[in-house]
């Protein structure tokens, strides 16, 4: 029970970062190396990063065009230093790997149970069965919340999870009139310009 608490006090950090990542003296890219970190580190080593970070939070006013990202995850990441360089600013996130990973506490004395219940109250995710109204509700709450203009879906390619639900969830946010684009990349390759070109185009639009 100890080891799930240290998890969950590392989770907590986490969402905070996520809550108050306007308020943090980070670019983008910056800020998601820092998450990402909880990837590898220890919870007591994020833990204490995370703390280190959340301390220098203050009252930043950011310029940039608010937008929401999608996707698996944000690789290559210099694609967060393109949508800045292009006039964006990243509010909020669904990735796979960062804001999908917001799980809450568990209430069960049972340690099994409890991770259990932390995975299954997490936000929704297409590879864990969750339907594209709890998706499209997220999304709708994530942009609603943060002010977005718009949602960029960065998916990785052929990853059927993720696609299958695109034209559906596209759907629901244009008859909520928030435009979206969709990016397809191969994680291995570096960002192309095609791909910041239609970026680009994407927040000039918005």
């Known amino acids: 029970m100890d080891c799930n608490q240290r998890e969950e006090l590392a989770d907590e950090r986490l969402a905070q970062l996520h809550q108050r990542r ?3 003296p980070f670019t983008d890219f910056d800020f998601y ?3 990402r970190s ?17 301390a220098q939070a203050a009252d930043i006013k950011r310029g940039g065009i608010p937008v929401v990202l999608s996707g698996i ?10 949508i800045s360089e292009l006039g964006g600013r990243i509010v909020a996130d669904d990735f796979a790997c960062c804001g999908r990973r917001l799980y809450p506490r568990g209430t069960s004395d049972d340690p099994f149970r409890r991770m259990a219940e932390r995975i299954v109250y997490a936000p929704p995710d297409p590879t864990r069965g969750n339907s594209i109204q709890e998706r499209l509700d997220h999304l709708l709450g994530l942009v ?5 203009k718009g949602v960029i879906f960065y998916e990785v390619k052929f990853c059927e999870p993720e696609l299958f639900d695109l034209p559906n969830l596209r759907k629901g946010l244009q008859e909520a009139h928030i435009p ?5 990349v191969d994680i291995n390759d570096p960002l192309s310009h095609q791909v910041r070109t239609r970026l680009e185009a994407f927040l000039e639009i918005l």
């Open 144 to 148: 609603r919340s943060n002010e977005a």
């Open 73 to 82: 995850v944000p690789e290559p990441m210099n694609v967060l230093e393109s």
């Open 180 to 184: 979206s684009l969709v990016v397809e």
């Open 38 to 54: 909880r990837e590898y580190l220890p919870a007591e080593t994020f833990v204490e990063l995370a703390e280190g970070s959340l």
């Open 22 to 24: 306007t308020a943090l």
């Open 33 to 35: 190396r820092l998450i």
